[in-house]
């Protein structure tokens, strides 16, 4: 196919109405019912949409949303010969990435959001987006798309519904979380849900032609904990317009498992098997961009270990009464960084991503497939740009976007854990925390008790990414790699931590570690191969967990002996593992000045616990 003929397809063509068979609202009686259908006809006689369609999560109906967005030219699908089942969306330029910046927690109380929210003050909002969502579904299709996180009934499960203006958003929460009329019945049935609101602001007027990615300069993501709601308005793109992810499982999640004491925190989930074929389990939370799916799909290149994927981006953690944590990742599916995703680094991704994919702002391959740098180690000659522009390797630029999508199941992935979806979860052994540092964080140190392990998560740095608005590089806070998702108070939030460690048995609670894969030489280059290699780490870290090995103490944590690290068979020079492990104590003391600034950010709510760890590490320096 040439380039030519896939551009005249990607056209706008005429919109379809629904045909009667889809999206009635389902015959189910309840208690609950009542509440429900009166919030989505409230919400409709607020957006004014054309239709409203009950969506049931049917493979049928999936189907019929993509032909449709493919005659509208909302979605381009690929050549079924080398990705079957599978789209391409491009998203308006303007609409790349979470907006930070208008993200608002819109708690009764100000210090309720803390310093590293934007606080919104619920009255005010509120009228604001009345105003902005008035007939913003004008000659649109309203969705009410019901879903759990979690297995459906689970324990640790949550319920909620979403309407939406947006069937590329319907397509995705129908990969990302369980969509069905079974949630329906849940809520008849009394139980109770999440209220989620989307609108990507872009009403049409009668007879106006729609365009392919339907956005508004002006958004809005507004939270409100204290009524487990969210509205979103302006953005049709991930965690702004899949409302089941970053603002329901982890912003309005955490303040539930504040309330009911447990922890939604954004970290993958994986099963590590030894030689010796035992099984631990491991989460990690490291920021947006910073590594999660590709270590959530490890393979590792020491023999012997074998890894199980459970969930690559947030964990629902819970203590048991065996006074052990219990985790369940929550999504059904991967919303992955492309950029990166190849052969070399994580062939599990790239396998996962055979068919039924929906891709946004990878390139466009003349053969109808896609391409993004660094899936092959050169680039194909010719492409369409993720903007639909012709694109050559010296087009000097790049031709995915850098936080470019995939979007496909989970059950997809080849070394998915058979019982990945398990309701009861499954129990932690270690939880790591990690960031992007070119300096200073060494490869990994294990905290020396629980509360140490949480004054390490509290001091995360991190240098900024794609994955949202903002300065790449630049060096921020990000303490659990939580700063964009933490629904509450942060200081709170830490106190929780605390307080979830004394409900655990000293002997069960997981070990905690901080890792870098990022740290880099003078010469600016990796000193650490990452990808892979990161399973001669986690084989460290069960080692410790079994008490098979010694550490060394430093001032900053625990450290290994570099003879107990497992480098058969790489190539990494004494000199960059001596740099990778090296601790200065005069950068590590200004570190200590940054965390103590952040934290006086909190006036007096930072738990006394962390202040005195930080008084600690400094004494410890000063001796060093
Ligand atoms: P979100 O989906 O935004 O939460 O990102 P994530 O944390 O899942 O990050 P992901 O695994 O998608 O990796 C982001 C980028 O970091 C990709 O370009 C990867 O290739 C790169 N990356 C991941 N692991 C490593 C590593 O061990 N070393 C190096 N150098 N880069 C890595
Ligand atoms: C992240 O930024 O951490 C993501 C992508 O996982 S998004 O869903 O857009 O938040
Ligand atoms: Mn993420």
């Given at each position: 196919m040439a380039i030519a003929d896939i551009v005249t397809r990607t056209q706008t063509g005429p919109s379809r109405s629904l045909p009667a068979t889809y999206g009635e609202r389902p015959a189910i009686d309840g208690p609950g019912m009542a509440a429900l259908v009166e919030w989505v006809e409230g919400i409709a006689a607020l957006t004014q949409p054309d239709h409203i369609h009950w969506v049931d999560g049917s493979r049928a109906e999936n189907e019929y949303l993509l032909r449709e967005m493919v005659d509208e030219g909302k979605l381009i699908k690929l050549n079924p010969e080398w990705r079957p089942g599978s789209y391409l969306a491009r998203s308006h330029p303007s609409d790349v990435a979470r907006t930070e910046a208008r993200t608002f927690i819109a708690s009764e109380k100000e210090e309720a959001a803390g310093p590293t929210n934007n606080w919104a003050a619920p009255a005010e909002i509120r009228a604001t987006l009345e105003g902005v969502f008035e007939g913003s579904m004008r000659g649109r299709t309203m969705y009410v798309v019901p879903f759990s996180m979690g297995a459906v009934g689970g324990p640790l499960s949550h319920i909620g519904v979403q309407v939406t203006d947006s069937a590329y958003a319907v397509a995705s929460i129908g990969i990302m979380t369980r969509v069905g009329t079974e949630v329906v019945r849940q809520i008849a049935d009394g139980a109770p849900w999440v209220k989620t609101v989307h609108s990507v602001g872009a009403p049409l007027e009668p007879g106006q032609q729609d365009v392919a990615w339907p956005c508004n300069d002006e958004k809005y993501i507004v939270h409100f904990p204290d009524t487990l709601e969210v509205w979103s308005f302006g953005s049709g793109y991930g965690g702004n317009a899949i409302?089941?992810?970053?603002?329901?499982?982890l912003r309005i999640a955490s303040v539930i498992g504040r309330d009911e004491g447990w922890l939604a925190e954004h970290m993958l989930l994986i099963r590590v098997i030894s030689p010796e074929g035992k099984a631990y389990h491991v989460a990690a939370a490291f920021p947006s961009a910073c590594g999660k799916t590709n270590l959530a799909m490890l393979r590792p290149t020491i023999p012997g270990w074998r890894v199980e994927t459970l969930g690559d981006d947030i964990a629902w953690i819970r203590p048991g009464e065996d006074g052990r944590l219990w985790a369940i990742n929550p999504e059904a599916g991967f919303f992955g960084v492309a950029p990166g995703t190849g052969e070399s680094t994580n062939v599990t991704a790239v396998e996962t991503l055979w068919g039924n994919t929906i891709f946004t702002n990878v390139a466009l391959r003349p053969d109808g497939d896609v391409w993004w740098e660094g899936l092959t180690d050169q680039a194909p000659a010719e492409l369409i740009d993720w903007e639909g522009n012709p694109w050559t390797p010296d087009s000097g630029r790049p031709a995915a976007h850098p936080n470019s999508r995939f979007t496909v199941a989970a059950a997809q992935c080849p070394q998915i854990a058979a019982d990945w979806d398990t309701p009861e979860g499954v129990p932690l052994d270690a939880i790591l925390f990690g960031g992007r540092r070119a300096t200073n964080v060494p490869l990994v140190v294990e905290a020396t008790d629980w509360t140490h392990g949480v004054f390490l998560g509290s001091t995360i740095s991190s240098e900024r990414t794609a994955a949202a608005e903002g300065t790449v590089g630049e060096l921020r806070r990000d303490p659990f790699a939580m700063l964009p998702f933490c629904g509450y108070n942060m200081a709170d939030y830490f106190g929780h931590w605390v307080s979830i460690g004394q409900r655990l048995r000293f002997d069960r609670a997981p070990r905690i570690f901080q890792v870098n894969w990022f740290r880099k030489g003078a010469d600016g280059r990796f000193l650490w191969p990452g990808f892979g290699d990161n399973s001669r780490v986690i084989d460290w870290i069960i080692r410790r967990v079994e008490g098979r090995v010694p550490a060394v103490d430093s001032p900053i944590g625990r450290l290994p002996r570099?003879?107990?690290?497992?480098?058969?068979g790489m190539e990494v020079s004494e000199a960059d593992l001596e740099e990778l492990f090296a601790i200065d104590p005069d950068s590590w003391l200004a570190e200590a000045d940054l965390t103590e600034e952040f934290y006086d950010t909190f006036g007096d709510r930072i738990p006394s616990s962390l202040r005195a760890e930080l008084s600690s590490l400094r004494y410890r320096l000063k001796q060093a």
């Open positions: 409302l089941a992810k970053k603002c329901f499982a570099i003879e107990d690290l497992n480098l058969d």
